[in-house]
Nanobody
């Protein structure tokens, strides 16, 4: 079992930056894949970024490549999402997730979400 708690959301102006955190409890962070997703009302949840348990390699959704960075601190059992050059279209509830496979549909554990609002 894994528990995930996101924090760091808020209101930011376009062009600004924000860092989200996901504190984890349960299995060792390096033993599973972590991901960030986002969702806006009426739309499906979109994959944002992922980090693999072994080696910590990362991959990103096309809309955030070059602007967002996912990272982790194994000692603090925390995963981060550094967001830069934010745009109004980045406004969404951001969710942290954990699983054993990279397929977005296979993530088993989810946090409660944190709201990010980008004003123009």
């Amino acid at each position: 079992q894994v528990q995930l708690v996101e924090s760091g959301g808020g209101l930011v102006q376009a062009g600004g930056s924000l860092r989200l955190s996901c504190a984890t409890e349960g299995r060792t962070l390096s033993t599973y894949i972590m991901g960030w997703f986002r969702q806006t009302p009426g739309k499906e949840r979109d994959f944002v970024a992922g980090i693999r348990g072994t080696g910590g390699t990362t991959w990103y959704g096309n809309s955030v490549k070059g602007r967002f960075t996912i990272s982790r601190d194994l000692a603090k059992k925390t995963v981060y999402l550094q967001m830069s050059s934010l745009q109004p279209e980045d406004t969404a509830v951001y969710y942290c997730a954990a699983g054993d496979y990279e397929d977005p549909d296979e993530f088993k554990y989810w946090g409660q979400g944190t709201q990010v609002t980008v004003s123009s």
